[in-house]
């Protein structure tokens, strides 16, 4: 079925577009969702840095807490641990434990990712280390992983359903618009169909460029149909007329036989066999003129043709 591949063409394409978007739409919220992340933890870091405090005694202290109601809550997901000499200074959703450590000692502001935390949460973590005249403190600033990922599975979701909104309004105008533009080959099979029960004796579509040769070719078919048989039954007319004499004279030599009846039967039968002849050899003439196509090996006859006159 045309249409049926036309369908399954369209829609192959258009399910595979859909999804190859979801996914590269998927990718960008994604790494866009965990830059902002990361970036709201560098910035609770950098509060945290600034209003940290050492004295000459190396005690720890904050000139101003972080007032994130999310640090304040036990166990929470969202922390931030102070260390210097020895010293810890820790959010109250920490319930008093520790932050797991870095890797490394990091001079700037790293981020470290899928660190266990308390409760068994995976977190993210920024940190960094920063000499003081006190010694170097170490500040760390910890959120859940997932809070990213349920961003972006709720992102996920509502993609989801945009997209299949998209892909079955999209489908049904493919499915109507297909329909609608094989519509003339629908009509031309109709007239055919009317044609064939004599209702109609050609096309006559008013039809779009790309199917009008077509349409053309099939009226100029049905014409020379016509014609064919009109020629046709004209011969089968000369054909008759020129056996009805013969046959009449046969038919009263055979009532009232004679010394002359069989060689007047054999001179009619002969007229006959030449006019049947003759019919047969215009039939032949005027199929090979309509086989516009036809081709012969004249090499091949011209050897026969020599062979037989040499001898």
């Known amino acids: 079925s045309l249409k049926l591949r036309l369908l399954s063409l369209s829609l192959g394409w258009l399910l595979f577009s859909l999804l190859a978007t979801g996914f590269v739409l998927v990718l960008l919220f994604r790494a866009d969702t965990q830059q902002h992340f ?6 609770r870091l950098q509060d945290l840095a600034a209003a940290a405090r050492v004295d000459a005694d190396g005690r ?4 101003m807490a972080p007032a994130d109601p999310r640090f304040q809550a036990p166990l929470s997901g969202w922390y931030w641990e102070l260390r210097a000499s020895g010293d810890v200074s820790r959010s109250p959703s920490l319930a008093g434990q520790d932050l797991p450590a870095p890797p490394g000692a990091p001079n700037g502001v ?7 935390g308390p409760a068994g949460v995976r977190l993210r973590m920024a940190a960094q280390d920063l000499p003081t005249s006190g010694g ?4 760390r600033v910890a959120g859940p992983c997932v809070t990213v990922r349920s961003d972006v599975l709720a992102y996920m979701g509502w993609l989801a359903a945009a997209l299949g909104t998209l892909g079955l309004t999209l489908g049904g105008l493919i499915v109507s618009q297909i329909v609608y533009g094989l519509r003339p080959l629908k009509l031309v099979r109709d007239h055919l169909a009317h ?3 004599g209702r109609r004796d050609r096309l006559g579509l008013e039809s779009p460029a790309e199917i009008a040769p077509l349409i053309q070719e099939l009226d100029a078919l049905l014409e020379e149909r016509d014609r064919s048989v009109a020629e046709a039954l004209a011969e089968a007319g000369e054909l008759a007329h020129a056996l009805k004499t013969p046959l009449a004279v046969i038919r009263n ?3 009232a036989p004679g010394p002359a009846s069989g060689a007047t039967i054999a001179a009619e039968a002969d007229r006959m066999a030449r006019v049947v002849e003759h019919h047969l050899v215009k039939a032949r003439s005027a199929v090979e003129k309509r086989r516009r196509n036809a081709r012969a090996s004249v090499d091949r006859v011209f ?4 062979f037989t006159l040499s001898r």
């Not at 990361?38 to 910035?43: K, M, S």
């Not at 170097?136 to 500040?139: M, W, Y």
Request: cysteine-free; hydrophobic content about 50%; glycine content about 0%.
């Open 110 to 116: 790293e981020v470290f990712d899928n660190l266990p």
């Open 38 to 43: 990361d970036d709201a933890l560098r910035e």
């Open 303 to 306: 050897d026969d043709l020599r």
């Open 60 to 63: 720890l202290s904050l000139v």
């Open 136 to 139: 170097v403190v170490s500040v």
């Open 195 to 197: 044609i064939r029960l």
């Open 253 to 255: 030599e055979a009532r």
